[in-house]
């Protein structure tokens, strides 16, 4: 009997412990932990190196220029511009990051992922097509077309994408609930990776002749 009691006390510590694994950005303990790079000049708080609170200041909460339209000029017609920790110090241990997606008519910010984000994008103008993919056996679409003021969100770790419908430039803004979000853009990661997967695997995955995995392996 103590052995079955002992059995279903070890069954409950490992699942508390699993769900404390799996939590995202932790809370912090503390008002502000402003990150820093050199540990001579900063203090040991909440298990990472913060900037004296005595000297820390607005500067470290603050960034400007996201009015700023960006260039679009290339093979996607699209432009993202990511807030994170590494440009706002103070959003350490916060959980929080913005970013500005500018995009070209008929631009796009292909498939990819936040693994450790879920993302919540406002159209601030023209015209998207949206949505995300969840995951295996299913696969189910979810997608909207948004118009300016609309707002669409995307679940943490799932494919998604934005697509400018319109035949102006669109721009959206998006808050992703961890200062440093992360992004796997899914053909850069299958068909550029470095080093290159073996194209037979990806011919098979993808039941693609090689030729065309070469080709795409030579795109990306």
Do not use: W
């Amino acid at each position: 009997m103590m052995k079955g009691v002992h059995f279903l006390a070890i069954v409950a510590l490992l699942s508390l412990t699993s769900s404390l694994v799996s939590a995202y950005d932790p809370s912090p303990l503390q008002d502000i932990c402003v990150a820093i790079d050199d540990p001579k000049s900063a203090v040991f708080v909440n298990g990472k190196f913060c900037k004296n609170f005595t000297v820390a200041n607005a500067d470290d909460f603050f960034f400007q220029g996201l009015q700023i339209p960006r260039n679009t000029a290339n093979p996607l017609g699209s432009n993202v511009t990511l807030v994170t920790v590494d440009l706002i110090p103070g959003l350490n241990t916060l959980g929080l990051s913005i970013v500005r997606i500018d995009y070209a008519p008929y631009g796009v910010n292909p498939p990819h992922t936040h693994p450790r984000a879920s993302e919540i994008l406002i159209v601030i103008e023209g015209t998207l097509y949206v949505g995300f993919v969840t995951s295996n056996p299913e696969n189910r679409l979810f997608s909207k077309v948004l118009n300016k003021g609309d707002v669409f969100v995307f679940p943490i770790g799932l494919i998604h994408f934005q697509f400018n419908v319109g035949h102006t430039n669109a721009v959206a803004f998006s808050g992703l609930s961890s200062q440093n979000p992360g992004v796997i853009t899914i053909a850069n990661a299958v068909f550029g990776s470095n080093p290159p997967i073996n194209p037979n695997v990806l011919a098979k995955a993808f039941q693609l002749d090689l030729k065309t995995i070469e080709y795409l392996q030579k795109t990306f």
